[in-house]
Each structure stands twice: as structure tokens, then as C-alpha cells.
């Protein structure tokens, strides 16, 4: 008896198993891929954005037509075909590695950030073959005052999954065991 209740004090739980995240992860990532590209097309088809440049919905909130042809702040822009499929090639590579780790992790606060990456990285690796650029529409402003660049679900994803990781990388430290004083 004492022997089964020390095995199942060792036994790890069941929500921190890895396979427990997977199915949950990866439908997180599906959802924002999905929504991504629902709203660049429906930016792109029903509102024409393209033709229309920017429409105001609001004293803070615009939809503006912008094709991203770089990452993130402009930096990494294709200027041309070959370095277009580079960073196509580049960003294929980093989903990869953000893949392997959610099929590996097993906290499920960084499955869910995670996630939200490598759904919105998909979301931009799709507008970059499709079209050459990734469609930004989403301009959040304050009179003239732009905090953000024009940006779209995918980048709000990737950017909120990425603040997820940070914050819990600087903020929470697992368990370690005691120091023994001598």
C-alpha cells in the first residue's frame, strides 16, 4: 500500500503531459490561421481596401491597406523574388522549430503562446507565397500618433504569444530544490 501511494506521489499529472496539450495547441494555432486569413479577406473582397486605401471606423482605428514585403518593423524586406522565397524559406524554418517545441512542451500557459505564433506565422507564410506580401490593414492610432505599425491578426497573434513567453521566462521560475546549508 505505502509502495502504490509513493508511486502515484511520482507520477506526474496528467495536465502536464505534453500529449494533454497537443490537440489544444494546435487548435488554437488552426483558430488564428483561420481568422487571419478570413479578415484579409474580407478586407480585401467586401470592403475592396486595396482600391479604397483606408476606410475610418473609428477616431482611433482605421483599416488601411499596406503590403508588408519585411518582418516585423520593416526589417528583413524582400526586394526581390529570391529574397522573397528566403525569408519564405526563413520563416517556414522558425514555424518548424515553434512546432517541435509545442509538440514538446508541457505547461499549458506556453502551449497557448505558442501557438498564437505559429498561427500567425502561417497566416504570413501563406499571404508570402500567395501574393509576394503579407496584407496589414489593422491601424490603431492616436490623432497622429502611431504606436504600432499597420498590422494584422497574425501579427497581433505572434506578437502577444511572444509577450506571453517573455513574461513568464522573466516573471516565473519552476520549482528548484532547496540549497542544503551545511
Request: proline share 3%; hydrophobic share 50%.
Amino acid at each position: 500500500m505505502a509502495e502504490t501511494v509513493k508511486r502515484a506521489a511520482r507520477a506526474p499529472h496528467p495536465s502536464t503531459e505534453p500529449g494533454n496539450h497537443r490537440a489544444f495547441g494546435f487548435s488554437i494555432a488552426a483558430f488564428i490561421f483561420i481568422l487571419d486569413q478570413a479578415t484579409k479577406w474580407v478586407v480585401t473582397n467586401i470592403f475592396q481596401l486595396r482600391q479604397r486605401g483606408t476606410i475610418e471606423l473609428l477616431p482611433i482605428f482605421d483599416l488601411k491597406w499596406v503590403e508588408n514585403r519585411g518582418v516585423s518593423m520593416g526589417f528583413l524586406t524582400a526586394g526581390s523574388e529570391l529574397e522573397r522565397w528566403l525569408l519564405v524559406a526563413l520563416t517556414i524554418g522558425l514555424s518548424v522549430l515553434v512546432t517541435v517545441w509545442l509538440w514538446r512542451e508541457n505547461r499549458r500557459d506556453d502551449v497557448l503562446a505558442l501557438s498564437l505564433v505559429l498561427g500567425g506565422a502561417l497566416g504570413n507564410i501563406l499571404d508570402r507565397v500567395r501574393f509576394g506580401y503579407v496584407v496589414d490593414f489593422a491601424d490603431l492610432h492616436f490623432g497622429d500618433i502611431h504606436p504600432f505599425l499597420v498590422f494584422n491578426v497574425s501579427d497581433a497573434a505572434i506578437t502577444i504569444g511572444i509577450l506571453l513567453l517573455l513574461v513568464r521566462a522573466l516573471l516565473t521560475r519552476d520549482g528548484k530544490a532547496p540549497r542544503e546549508e551545511v
